[in-house]
């Protein structure tokens, strides 16, 4: 089965720039869309990325997706870091068969 | 602006049923595949179910095939699914999301709701 890793957690400061990997397992994870999903604690998630690098509105440009075939991964980079941003963020893959997510990864900002 | 708002969640016990509710409004409903997705408690996100923008195809995933039904009525711009023979591990926050584009399926989801918690306990 189709699998994506996520660090499970990164942190870093107000004003900064992180960066957040999601890896496949196997296969080319450009073959389809990766989407990132922002849940902040209690709240139900929300979509910052979808279709690799297109942006909900509302969503600022400090957010941004990326894919790297050689890696066969995806990343969020989030630029300009403000404590809202503090949150879980979840990738997201369908390999043709399976829906899949990450298992999320829990961005600190201090 | 896109809607989307999840209803008919509460405590139930193993082997009942539940019909779970998403009243959409902000974009033409029948144009959109939707999406049902859940979150265990301290778990992360599952993809459910899925229906095609005209009701025709839907797909599940494994764990429900067979219990859950997802329908549409769009002439009340709302997402149903109907879950029947519940177990303890359908325990869960069940959120309703819209698929980005219009007519097409692509298993990704642009909006959510903001969820309605299901309880499957005696």
């Known amino acids: 089965n189709f699998m994506l890793t996520q660090p499970h957690s990164v942190s870093e400061s107000p004003g900064k720039t992180v960066t957040i990997s999601c890896t496949g397992s196997?296969?080319?994870?450009?073959?389809?869309?990766v989407q990132w999903y922002q849940q902040r604690p209690g709240s139900a998630p929300t979509t910052v990325i979808y279709?690799?690098?297109?942006?909900p509105s509302g969503v600022p440009d400090r957010f941004s997706g990326s894919i790297d075939r050689s890696s066969n991964s995806a990343s969020l980079t989030i630029s300009g870091l403000k404590t809202e941003d503090e949150a879980d963020y979840y990738c997201?893959?369908?390999?043709?068969?399976?829906?899949?997510f990450g298992g999320g990864t829990k961005l600190t900002v201090l | 602006q896109v809607q989307l708002v999840e209803s008919g969640g509460g405590v139930v016990q193993p082997g009942r049923s539940l019909r779970l509710s998403c009243a959409a409004s902000?974009?033409?409903?029948?144009?959109?595949?939707m999406h049902w997705v859940r979150q265990a408690p301290g778990k992360g996100l599952e993809w459910v179910a899925v229906?095609?923008?005209?009701?025709?195809?839907?797909y599940y995933t494994y764990s429900v095939e067979g219990r859950f039904t997802i329908s549409r009525d769009s002439s009340k711009n709302t997402l149903y699914l109907q879950m029947n023979s519940l177990r303890a591990e359908d325990t869960a926050m069940y959120y309703c999301?819209?698929?980005?584009?219009?007519?097409?399926?692509?298993?990704?989801?642009?909006?959510w709701g903001q969820g309605t918690l299901v309880t499957v306990s005696s």
């Open positions: 999301a819209r698929d980005p584009e219009p007519d097409q399926l692509l298993y990704c989801f642009d909006y």
């Open positions: 196997s296969g080319s994870i450009a073959s389809n869309y």
């Open positions: 902000g974009f033409t409903f029948s144009s959109y595949a």
């Open positions: 229906i095609s923008h005209d009701g025709r195809n839907k």
């Open positions: 279709e690799d690098i297109q942006r």
């Open positions: 997201q893959f369908y390999d043709g068969s399976n829906v899949v």
